[in-house]
Each structure stands twice: as C-alpha cells, then as structure tokens.
C-alpha cells in the first residue's frame, strides 16, 4: 500500500480512531528518543514567562480559582 493510499484510508476512520494513531505514533517516537526541539519563538516565550515570574514571584492564582475559571468556561 503506497503512503498516499494508507492516508486515504485513515481519512476514513473516526475523529477518535484517528487521534489514538496520532496518540500511537508519537508516543512510539518519544519512546524511541525523538526529542523534538523548541522553535526559536516557544524558547523565547519561556524565556519571557520565567522573567516575569521571576520578577514577580508572588503573582499567582491558586488551583482552585483555576479550576473554578476552567469549570464555568466549560459550562458555557
């Protein structure tokens, strides 16, 4: 089966089938060492938050006004 026809194929499978082979397959590269790096735009956003954390290191929210915030977002 050529690579364009096993594409075809899965393009037929379910949103769920398809995230679990996604899920597969990238689980299986991490296991075999891949280590993807971090674009230049990701590195210089860390850098940015562990600034401003630094700088600021008793700015914070605590887990339950996070999960309060995530619980009435999901309600809408």
Not at 9 to 30: M, V
Not at 53 to 62: G, M
Request: glycine letters at 2%; charged letters at 35%; zero cysteines.
């Amino acid at each position: 089966m050529t690579h364009q026809a096993l594409l075809r194929e899965i393009d037929l499978w379910s949103l769920e089938d398809r995230l679990q082979l996604l899920d597969e397959i990238w689980t299986g590269l991490l296991s075999q060492g891949y280590e993807p790096s971090l674009t230049d735009a990701q590195r210089d956003e860390i850098d940015h938050r562990v600034a401003e954390d630094n700088a600021e290191p008793d700015d914070i929210v605590s887990w339950d006004e996070v999960k309060s915030e995530a619980l009435k977002r999901a309600r809408k």
